[in-house]
């Protein structure tokens, strides 16, 4: 079965034309936009399944990245939390080669993942503080971004 790929921007049924777009952006280095910054997150919040997720939208380089470090770091045996580091930032190393410099329109088509850095999910009256936080754009029903104000939507305090 010889079946052609969709190398256009048109979204796919579940996918999102913008979305993709920003998961692209936050994913390369912006430094001539943001002297300070080479990677610009942005405050995002999406719709899923009934719940709410909020959080930083970074890059997938940078998910790898922090979690590699968090998550060595939380070993008490020093050389085991070394060795988790190194195997959690190798894969995203490996993986994670979708997120270069010269991502293409036609290669956009192929991110699936989106990344979220102090992540929180709300469902009606619970709340939980995720940290990092990988979900599948296809999920996604609807999102928020709430760039203007650097809060979060859901934030009432502003």
């Known amino acids: 079965m010889n079946e052609e790929k969709n190398t256009s921007m048109t979204p796919e049924p579940g996918e999102d034309s913008f979305l993709l777009w920003l998961v692209d ?15 610009i997150p942005f405050k995002i919040e999406f719709n899923l399944g009934g719940g709410i997720i909020s959080g930083d939208l970074i890059s997938e380089k940078n998910y790898f990245e922090g979690i590699s470090q968090e998550f060595g770091s939380s070993f008490e045996d020093k050389e085991v939390g070394d060795k988790v ?5 190798d894969f995203g190393k490996t993986y994670g080669e979708s997120y270069k410099e010269n991502m293409t329109p ?7 993942y989106i990344h979220l850095k102090d992540a929180v999910f709300r469902l009606s009256d619970k709340t939980d503080h995720l940290g990092w936080w990988r979900g599948r754009l296809s999920q996604v029903e609807g999102f928020a971004l709430s760039v203007l104000s650097g809060k979060s939507v859901l934030d009432l305090s502003w």
């Open 25 to 39: 952006f936050v994913s390369k280095d912006n430094s001539k936009i943001n002297s300070e910054k080479a990677f």
């Open 106 to 112: 036609d290669k956009i088509r192929y991110i699936h």
């Open 85 to 89: 580091k190194i195997a959690i930032s």
